[in-house]
């Protein structure tokens, strides 16, 4: 297949990062779809866990929210949140941890508190959530979110999650023993971390991409590994398999219910 | 033991002008009611504690209810900004907001300790984040036994928690199901505490011994308002409306449009006109 926009090759690509074995923490959003779309195609007995306590979870429409009924609904257990962020996360049993961002840096950290000065914002975005513990504890992080020069920046206004730090050996240093980021998925390309200076470095560059498209829409002198390949394009089955869920949930979130509360 | 109350009598006896008060509900059982009672009695500078704001506490920013806000993540759930909230912090309207802003896992833990009755709560976290350099409520500790430097937050303890559940007995014993989120423990650190209650029952009939239950003496007031959590759901009762999340992002992004809203479904209104998103429901199921 070659018709597809640039944010389901994002989605599809991502998806394909998961398997069956992983126990996966699903930020919301462009994560949340990757991660049902790898239980709904190659990885059925994937463990999806979102922040609200919901464990095992198999959704038939995507959430609007990180707690939507239909997570709880369709979940093998739900446990409360201290239990969730202290039993399961800090415990060391989640595998991996799938986040978007507003705004990333070469090494991966991650912005979602403020865009200008703290106590005088020029933007308040909604904050951390999750991400600060989902990304030192879950052993290793994917991150999906499309590439923008507003969103990869030279420097970060803030760390609200910290990736690689300032590169090399920095998250050993600090004491953690978890990987952090290990793959980076955008809509035009997949990123993952050069294993001497964790610098993010393009990998593999989705069909029909330019190297001049992903230079001119990052906001750093981004490199490319020695070695790029193509990303194979989307399959007819990973293609009907999102337009399906992604039907659905607009329909499920649309509804009829705008009266006032 | 638990008083069961309107829900003007339990506002006016339990949250007082200058209070930490807590409502509580991880995106499921969200006490809105309790939340417009609490502007309808035109309560002010309170001192807001919720890991996930939502449109609940965007309403009560945007009143000018609030003097600070303790949280986590401070959006509308997969539509965007909370505009209130926004402009609370960006432009000081209506009024500046003192924030002190963790992390989930930190606030989680800290309800807890809450709960345990301890001064302070633990954890594995903010390892190179910059939440530590901007609020000053989060220090570190190090432990006697390993020497592994963790981090330390203060214990919270609202004045007041106001939680929405499911049901509870004539008694005032209280049952929560679905995503039970911090509820229990945001009740149990608090020193007072409201829940609102889809339906009051003669018998609890907990489903299973290991329900959450919070028993009646745990609990100051109880108040019967069913659909008091709408545009959030009560689990077995009625969905989210996702529908009207989507809304709030049009009529919270303009002052004017806010204000309207409030007059004429806060202000103007009464707990008794949540019933009709309950009542809808049932009668769809």
């Excluded at chain 1, 914002?121 to 991400?131: F, S, Y």
């Amino acid at each position: 297949m070659t018709d597809f926009t640039p944010t389901e090759m994002m989605t599809i690509a991502a998806s394909r990062e998961l398997s069956n074995d992983d126990v996966c923490f699903v930020g919301i959003g462009a994560p949340s779809a990757a991660c049902n779309i790898a239980r709904l195609t190659h990885a059925p007995d994937i463990t999806l866990i979102y922040e609200s306590g919901t464990v095992g979870t198999k959704p038939d429409v995507l959430p609007l929210s990180i707690g939507d009924g239909e997570l709880c609904d369709t979940a093998l257990f739900t446990v409360s949140v201290p239990e969730m962020f202290r039993y399961w996360l800090q415990g060391g049993r989640i595998t991996t941890g799938f986040l978007g961002g507003a705004q990333i840096d070469r090494f991966a950290n991650l912005n979602t508190t403020v865009v200008g000065p703290y106590d005088h914002p020029k933007v308040r975005l909604p904050g951390g959530g999750g991400a600060p513990e989902i990304a030192s504890n879950c052993g290793r992080i994917f991150i999906t979110m499309a590439l923008s020069k507003r969103g990869f920046v030279e420097k970060l206004p803030f760390i609200t999650s910290m990736g690689h730090g300032e590169g090399g050996d920095h998250r050993e240093r600090l004491g953690m023993k978890t990987q952090g980021p290990t793959r980076v998925i955008t809509d035009l390309c997949i990123l993952e971390p050069d294993p001497e200076t964790k610098e993010l470095t393009v990998v593999s560059i989705h069909h029909g991409v330019t190297r001049e498209e992903i230079v001119e829409n990052c906001g750093w002198a981004i490199k490319f590994a020695d070695t790029v390949i193509e990303t194979p394009v989307p399959t007819e089955t990973e293609l009907s398999v999102l337009r399906d869920i992604n039907a659905r949930t607009k329909r499920a979130h649309q509804g009829t219910d705008k009266e006032a509360a | 033991m638990a008083r069961i109350l309107s829900l003007a009598e339990a506002v006016a006896e339990n949250v007082k002008d200058g209070d930490t008060v807590a409502m509580e509900g991880f995106t499921h059982l969200i006490p809105y009611a309790a939340g417009h009672e609490v502007i309808r009695q035109g309560r002010k500078d309170l001192f807001l504690v919720r890991m996930t704001p939502d449109i609940l506490y965007d309403q009560l920013i945007g009143v000018g209810a609030a003097r600070g806000m303790k949280f986590s993540w401070g959006g509308n759930p997969g539509v965007g900004s909370l505009h209130r909230f926004r402009d609370a912090v960006e432009n000081q309207w209506p009024r500046p907001l003192e924030i002190e802003e963790h992390s989930h896992a930190a606030m989680a833990n800290a309800y807890e300790a809450g709960a345990a009755n301890l001064p302070f709560a633990m954890l594995r976290g903010y390892i190179g984040a910059d939440l530590p350099k901007v609020n000053p409520n989060i220090k570190s500790i190090t432990c006697p036994f390993t020497g592994e430097v963790l981090a330390a937050v203060p214990a919270i303890r609202p004045d007041v928690t106001i939680i929405h559940a499911q049901r509870a007995d004539r008694k005032g014993n209280v049952l929560l199901e679905g995503i039970v989120g911090v509820q229990k423990e945001a009740v149990l650190a608090a020193r007072r505490s409201i829940v609102t209650v889809e339906e009051i029952v003669d018998e609890l009939n907990p489903p299973s011994p290991n329900s959450v239950v919070l028993p009646t003496w745990a609990v100051t007031a109880v108040v019967h308002v069913p659909g008091g959590a709408f545009p959030s759901y009560a689990h077995g009762y009625y969905p989210r409306s996702n529908a009207f999340y989507i809304a709030w992002d049009e009529i919270a992004r303009d002052r004017e449009t806010f204000n309207a809203w409030i007059k004429e479904n806060v202000l103007d209104a009464k707990p008794e006109d949540f019933a009709r998103h309950a009542a809808k429901s049932a009668k769809a199921a």
